[in-house]
Every structure is written in structure tokens, then in C-alpha cells.
């Protein structure tokens, strides 16, 4: 009898979200007798603790009464629409360098509603090499769009990193994370996120007076933004994606926050969407085709593109074009790319994107040692200390001082080339 099963025997069941039997299973906070909603039916706590374990009741879901209502009387999303719907959003707001970059965006939100299908679910990173290129705008929308986000976090403690996950399962939208990056006082910190991309992912604590130690799980989706590296180790654990600031006359709306109706629309159509569709991608997961991903990619990047395209299995059955599935896998390539660079290139990399952005407009710019430190050092790459770093990097880059003419005079120091320095970056810096 599966009532006399005991207590510690049973397996614990996650209060946010779980999968049993193949379903996908949402917890719904309601008082001391908490609801969970699958397969268009409420279960009660009662029929969950016959054969689960739940050590912690449901807290939060953000699937509104309304759009709970209509997935139990048989509301159905269309998946390519719905994908389209976010895709639109992240594009109106945010400027891309690559269309593709809004697409493995979007994939990567509707995952969050369904990641604990899967062994593993990859962070996801945005940088850009200066301030103002848009990265805590799209962090923002993340933040409204995914599973649980409880919005941006800029300086999280290590109690609540490894308890909340436990609790809500919702996604974390961490802002200004460069502090990470070779910061030996954050390796509490770093110790977690090297292990909550895994399902099986679990921190131990000693707590209470006995110090008796309890393991948290601490799986859950993380998306990332800052202007520096991060470290080795989770950086390896990420999909990265690079902003560079807009060009003048390039438009992008405002983050209407009023339009809070919009969000949860879509947060309800995908709600409906994952469990709906959740047995169709875990089928697709377990029968997945290894050749869609390219050859290129390392063992890491692998697992996380299987998951990812494992998410768009539904688009894949109603879009014949298969548009998204040949976007992701040019997402993969250039990732791929991008994760050969050793992390000493980084500011290799970086100090070429700020001289694109420098240049702007102009075809050729001349700076000298002092002047182009200054640049470098009002862009992120502040451990220059003295013009000869400058010199340096810039010899690195093919660059060497000279006289040139400029204006009706002459000046000594670097010129820097539009056309050069566009061949450096797609050979060196270009991604995704």
C-alpha cells in the first residue's frame, strides 16, 4: 500500500517544479493547502504525499488564476507564435549584433519553464566590453519573461543562492557580476554556481545548534550580466551573448514596466506551453539527434545545445523551414568559437571592440600611447596602468607609432584603420 510507504522513504518532490510520470508538475501557493497543477487537472497535497516526499510547500508561481483556469478547461498555445512573441520583444528592445542572438534568447526563456526535464540547463551570459550597450535592459526582460524570477539581483549572498532555489526553482537574473571574476572573498559564491546548472546539483551546509549538515538543491536557471570575465569555470557553464552599444539613429523602445498585463500573458502562454509540450521534449531529448549539432562543439557546449534544441522540438514539428534549428546551430558554431579564445585573450578581444566603438564613424583614428590608455581605461580594461600596457596591446593588434598626417598638420602615434580594424574583429572578436 503506497500509503504505508514511509516518510523518508518516499522521494522528495520539488515544491516549485517536477516531473512525475512523465509530467510536467507546477506547485501553487494556497495557504496551508498548497495545489500542484498538471496534465490540465489540480492535484490536492494529500494525492502528492502518497508517493512523493514534499519537504517544503510551493511559495510562488506566477501563472496568473486566469491562465491557470484556461489551461484546465483546454486553452492551447501555438509554440511557433509563442516564440515569435518573444523573439519581438527582445528585438524591439534590445539592439543585437546578430539576429540569432535573439533567438537562442528566446529558446533559452521558454526553457526555463520546463529545465528540470533535463540533467543540465546552461547559464546564460551576456556581456558587452563598456557601460550602456544595453545588458541590464535584456537582463530586465529575462527577468519579467522566466520561470520564477524574482527580477534583477545585483550583489546576491550566498544564504539566499543556495536556499531559494530549493524553495521557488525561479530563474536568477544576477547583475554587474564582474565582481566574480578573480575575487578570491566570492568563492562561496562561485563554489554554488559551479554546481547549479546540474540537476543533481546540491551544496551542504552545517545548520542549527547540533551543526547537523543538510544538502540544498540549488538547480535553476541563471542568466548573468557584467562587463568583465568571469570565472574559468562558470564561464565554461555558459551561453554567452555580446552586446556592443547602438549606433546613432538606431531606435529601441522603452521597457514599458505599466504594461505588466502584456508580461503576464506571455508568462501564462508559457506556463500552458511547457506543460503542455513537456513529454514531446523530454521524447525529443532522450531520442536526440547528435548530428544537428556541429562537429565543432565541445563535450559542454554539446549538452547544452541538445537541450536547447530539444526545447524547440514543437516549433520544429510546425515550422518546415526548421528556421530556429539552423539559427541555434550557427549559435553553436560561433559559441564554439568563442570558447577556443584562451582566457588570456579576452582583453585582446575586448581592447578591439573599444576601438571599434572609438572609431564610430570615422574611418581612421590617431592616438598616441597616453591618449589611447585613457581609452582603454575609461572601457573596461583598467588594469592598464601605464601608456606602455597600451603600447603593447595596440602592437599586439598589428599596430605600430609612426607619423602620420592629420588635418594641415602631422602627429605621432597609432594609426588605426576602420578596414584593419574590422578584419581583427570577425578573425578574432566577432560573435554571437
Known amino acids: ?117 533535463f540533467p543540465l540547463y546552461a547559464y546564460y551570459w551576456v556581456k558587452s566590453p563598456i557601460k550602456r550597450c544595453g545588458k541590464t535592459k535584456l537582463l530586465e526582460i529575462i527577468a519579467l519573461l522566466s520561470f520564477n524570477s524574482n527580477g534583477i539581483e545585483t550583489s546576491p549572498s550566498e544564504a539566499p543562492l543556495f536556499r531559494v532555489p530549493a524553495i521557488t526553482g525561479g530563474t536568477l537574473c544576477w547583475d554587474e557580476a564582474e565582481g566574480l571574476y578573480k ?54 557553464r555558459s551561453l554567452k551573448i555580446e552586446l556592443a552599444r547602438k549606433k546613432r539613429g538606431e531606435k529601441v523602445e522603452r521597457l514599458a514596466y505599466r504594461s505588466q498585463d502584456k508580461y503576464q500573458q506571455i508568462r501564462d502562454d508559457l506556463h500552458m506551453f511547457a506543460l503542455s509540450n513537456a513529454s514531446t521534449i523530454m521524447q525529443a531529448y532522450s531520442q536526440f539527434d547528435d548530428s544537428l549539432i556541429p562537429s565543432e562543439c565541445d563535450d559542454r557546449l554539446r549538452d547544452a545545445f541538445e537541450t536547447l534544441m530539444s526545447i524547440i522540438a514543437p516549433i520544429m514539428s510546425l515550422d518546415k523551414t526548421h528556421r530556429v534549428l539552423s539559427q541555434l546551430q550557427t549559435a ?82 597609432y594609426l588605426i584603420k576602420k578596414e584593419h580594424l574590422n578584419d581583427l574583429f570577425l578573425r578574432y572578436a566577432s560573435n554571437i
Request: hydrophobic share 35%.
Open 1 to 117: 500500500n503506497q500509503n504505508d510507504i514511509p516518510v523518508d522513504a518516499k522521494p522528495m518532490m520539488h515544491p516549485g517544479m517536477d516531473v512525475i510520470n512523465g509530467n510536467l508538475i507546477y506547485g501553487i501557493p494556497n495557504g496551508k493547502k498548497p495545489l500542484f497543477i498538471t496534465n490540465r487537472k489540480l492535484i490536492s497535497l494529500g494525492e502528492i504525499e502518497r508517493t512523493k516526499s514534499v519537504g517544503v510547500y510551493p511559495q510562488q508561481l506566477k501563472f496568473s488564476k486566469i491562465g491557470i483556469q484556461e489551461y484546465l478547461e483546454g486553452k492551447t498555445v501555438d509554440p511557433v507564435k509563442l516564440f515569435n512573441t518573444i523573439k519581438n520583444l527582445l528585438t524591439n528592445h534590445i539592439i543585437f549584433q546578430r539576429d540569432l542572438q535573439g533567438d537562442l534568447t528566446a529558446v533559452w526563456v521558454m526553457g526555463t519553464y520546463l529545465y528540470r526535464v
Open 183 to 236: 575575487n578570491k572573498d566570492k568563492g562561496d559564491l562561485i563554489s554554488i554556481l559551479n554546481t547549479a546548472y546540474r540537476h543533481d546539483g546540491v551544496v551542504g551546509r552545517c545548520e542549527g545548534k547540533e551543526h547537523k549538515v543538510r544538502f540544498h538543491d540549488v538547480f535553476r536557471p541563471i542568466a548573468l550580466s557584467g562587463i568583465s570575465s568571469l570565472p574559468d569555470t562558470v564561464s565554461d
Open 332 to 413: 553553436a558554431r560561433a559559441l564554439s568559437g568563442i570558447r577556443n579564445l584562451d582566457e588570456g585573450d579576452i582583453p585582446f578581444t575586448r581592447a578591439i571592440e573599444i576601438l571599434r566603438i572609438e572609431l564610430d564613424s570615422k574611418a581612421e583614428l590617431i592616438l598616441n600611447a597616453k591618449e589611447a590608455l585613457s581609452v582603454f581605461n575609461d572601457n573596461g580594461l583598467d588594469w592598464m596602468e601605464k601608456p606602455k600596457h597600451a603600447s603593447d596591446m595596440l602592437n599586439k593588434l598589428g599596430y605600430y607609432s609612426g607619423t602620420h598626417r592629420q588635418g594641415h598638420g602631422v602627429k605621432r602615434g
